[in-house]
């Protein structure tokens, strides 16, 4: 839903002069999209204010928020939930106590800086920032005093013949797109969530996409984007020697080096090719369609020996407006072999076997949305999604590794301070709301949303049972778009 309103620049050159100083200025601070709802998007064309300075032509957008999120089972978590062992069974003491935070942190900026058309070529680039990053220092006690962030940094180049090339950080090309296979306009769920909703298959990574858009109806794409594999709980033993898993002389994570720029309080797993996605887009005049192939690489190292494994999957979706303007139904779904990393609950990718090798576990994501518009001002959005994995494990004698073994103990998962291994089967959820665009006139616009969240967070059965957990997430968020009607 596009809201944005086109702004000219000053008509005098000091009046240029001195607006594109201060609109530098800002954009130098900080800049970022206003990105993840669809009130947050910023089209291909920019409509949103904009001044021309020298060759370039600068467009600005975001907003202001305050959020507030209130849930049943304490998770310590900002505006963004943890949809996977941040619901926590009955043997952790934060599932009979609630929180309730506010927060301004998912408030936004953006940039958008385009040259002249030269020789049939375009050339952009775009950025955008929010604040929901920590520092080691950083608390919610006194100053909140929280860290910007890249969520993306890229640059594009387009050619009069349908060619499209990305380079930097951007939404993965598994995102759902609404047209075409175009940047800034991916199917984010509307919600307020800055985790989005289970089931949504989505990253933000560095990357070089190549898409050829051959006309308005297809366009197909690949993009080369940076690995990671998610572990999480996903390497577990039971009746092995105490510090025998996983084996010594085994490497395929490390804590992120400061000296090379990286966390170290996060772990960077030993990945050796990016991810591939090569995916094909159709939008033959009544609704959109996609379909993708997405390959990984597993490695570990075993004895200083380097041991790689494949996985990947399929996916798919659809938009389809049964109601032109009005009533839009979409559906998405990915699944395949370690391909975790791409759903918004994060289940792990991989497990790994006795010897020190990693094994890709089965999986499945898919989500459902309605969106209704009845007019301008309101927009009332529900969704359903779920994201599964099948158990991975292996018997040697008297000991058992992997993941959702029927051997792990979760006997006192029930009981407070219980054990609990609790490997996680299965995460759904439900979720609705709406968005209120109460204001829209020369100060731009404001807004205000509700959501509500129901998650059920299912284990697989081990030794006493299969335990599970749920969780509900209220979230209110008043919105000020200074720059888009």
Known sequence: ??????????????????????????????????GTAAFASTPSTPSAPSIQTGPLTLTFGGFAELGTVYRNRNQSADIGSDFNTGIPFANNPNSSISEFRESARQSRFSLLAQGAKFDGIRAEAYMETDFLSAGVTSNSRESNSYTLRMRVF???????????????????????????LYPR???????????????????????????????KKFSMGLSLESP????????????????????????????????????????????????????????????????YGLSRWFR?????????????????????????????????????????????????????????????????NVLLGLTYTPNPFWTVYGYAGREQETAKYYTVGTATYGYGAPQFNNSGCEALSGTCVGNT????????????????????????GLQGEYLQRNAFRGVGGAPSANMFVGLASFRYYPYQR
Not at 11 to 28: E, F, K, Y
Not at 425 to 448: A, C, D, I, P, T
């Open 1 to 34: 839903m596009n809201m944005s309103i086109a702004m000219n620049s000053t008509s005098n050159a000091r009046g240029r002069r001195a607006a594109a100083r201060t609109l530098i200025s800002l954009g130098a601070c900080a800049v970022a999209a206003a």
């Open 154 to 180: 890229y640059a594009r180049f387009t050619t009069d013949y349908g060619l499209d090339v990305l380079a930097g950080q951007n939404w993965s090309l598994a995102t759902l797109y609404k047209d075409g």
């Open 185 to 215: 306009d991916e199917n984010v769920p509307m919600g307020i969530d800055a985790s989005y909703i289970v089931g949504f298959n989505w990253a933000r990574t560095p990357q070089i996409r190549i898409v050829e858009h051959f006309n």
């Open 228 to 291: 990671q594999t998610v572990t999480g709980n996903g390497i577990n033993s039971v009746g092995a020697p105490a510090g025998s898993f996983p084996p010594s002389g085994v490497v395929y994570q490390n804590s992120g080096d400061p000296a090379g720029l990286m966390n170290s309080t996060t772990t960077y797993t030993t990945d050796i090719a990016p991810d591939v996605i090569v995916k094909a887009a159709f939008d033959p005049g009544w609704g959109h369609y996609e379909i």
């Open 300 to 364: 570990s190292s075993i004895d200083r020996q380097s041991n790689t494994v494949a996985g990947g999957g399929i996916g798919a979706g659809v938009i389809l407006p049964l109601i032109a303007q009005r009533l839009t139904f979409q559906a998405s779904g990915l699944v395949g072999k370690g391909i975790g990393r791409y759903g918004s609950a994060q289940l792990p990718d991989v497990t790994m076997t006795p010897s020190g090798a990693l094994a890709p576990i089965s999986e499945y």
């Open 425 to 448: 089967r299965s995460v759904s959820e439900l979720s609705g709301g709406f968005w209120w665009k109460f204001y829209q006139g020369k100060l731009g616009n404001m807004q205000f």
